[in-house]
């Protein structure tokens, strides 16, 4: 699961950011393990690369 919401946010289809309103948030209890996968792999919180 954790790999696959790591890919929608990664393609603009979920994201890690509570304040971005404009992308459906990833589940709460998957919130954190996505958030930590995408800064390892260099990315922001809505899937763009830092």
Avoid: H
């Avoid at 209890?29 to 809505?46: A, F, I, Q, R």
Wanted: aromatic share 6%.
């Amino acid at each position: 699961m954790i790999d696959m919401y790591f890919n929608l946010v990664i393609n603009g289809k979920r994201t890690c950011d509570e304040k971005n309103k404009e992308v459906i948030l990833v589940p709460k209890k998957l919130l954190k393990t996505v958030s930590e996968k995408l800064t390892e792999e260099g990315y922001d919180l809505n899937g763009k690369l830092k």
